[in-house]
């Protein structure tokens, strides 16, 4: 059967508007690839998550800052934020003061192993894609902002509680025990001795 011109026209339009998703599709895959490959950078160079580094480069920033200073700034749950400075106090990189004034707050500096992980650390410290947004315009940012409104709507079930959930977090989730038990391992594993030298080869004679 014979296409009329509207037919033609309408199959063209939606031919345009599917490449155009796919186009979009595209963008984020790309956009998700550079997340995830400087947190790699980050963990392969200083073995810390990437909202550990963004962590302790606010403490290096603003000495002294509270727990709760730290979550506003990370843009995360405070308990979140406690969790994050634990593991920050194992690794001997940040030391916590009780408030003189209030001794349920905890007052956060830099040791100095915390400052020599920072000098080695591959910025930016907030990660790739905080630095990229806050270098939009404010316009781009707005027409942004509204596009992602409708994007998760149409998506349904997105979970608004994820907004408060590091991006290292969520890409980090699926194999971190294999990673760290990767990362331990290599570093106990002994150095290989040298090889032995070969001796060297006798030539052969002609028995002519």
């Keep these: 059967?014979?296409?009329?011109?509207?037919?033609?026209?309408?199959?063209?339009?939606?031919?345009?508007?599917?490449?155009?998703?796919?186009?979009?599709?595209?963008?984020?895959?790309?956009?998700?690839?550079?997340?995830?490959?400087?947190?790699?950078?980050?963990?392969?160079?200083?073995?810390?998550?990437?909202?550990?580094?963004?962590?302790?480069?606010?403490?290096?920033?603003?000495?002294?800052i509270g727990t709760s200073g730290v979550a506003e700034r990370l843009n995360i749950h405070q308990s979140t934020a406690s969790n994050l400075l634990g593991a920050l106090v194992e690794r001997k990189l940040?030391?916590?003061?009780?408030?003189d004034g209030d001794k349920r707050a905890v007052r956060w500096r830099l040791l100095p192993a915390g400052t020599a992980v920072l000098k080695q650390s591959p910025g930016p410290f907030t990660g790739v894609l905080?630095?990229?947004?806050?270098?939009?315009?404010?316009?781009?940012?707005?027409?942004?902002?509204?596009?992602?409104?409708?994007?998760?709507k149409a998506l349904g079930g997105a979970d608004a509680r994820a907004a408060k959930t590091p991006l290292s977090g969520m890409l980090s989730a699926a194999q971190p025990a294999t990673r760290a038990a990767t990362f331990a391992s290599s570093a106990a594993r002994p150095a290989s001795p040298p090889a032995s030298?070969?001796?060297?080869?006798?030539?052969?004679?002609?028995?002519?």
């Design 130 to 152: 905080p630095q990229a947004l806050g270098e939009l315009d404010e316009k781009v940012l707005e027409r942004l902002e509204k596009d992602l409104k409708q994007l998760l």
């Design 1 to 64: 059967m014979k296409r009329t011109t509207a037919q033609a026209i309408a199959a063209d339009a939606q031919l345009e508007e599917d490449a155009r998703a796919v186009r979009v599709l595209l963008q984020f895959r790309q956009i998700f690839n550079a997340v995830k490959t400087h947190f790699q950078h980050v963990e392969s160079s200083v073995g810390l998550g990437g909202a550990q580094l963004w962590a302790l480069g606010v403490i290096r920033d603003t000495p002294g």
């Design 197 to 208: 030298p070969r001796p060297a080869r006798q030539p052969v004679r002609s028995s002519r």
């Design 94 to 99: 940040v030391v916590g003061k009780k408030d």
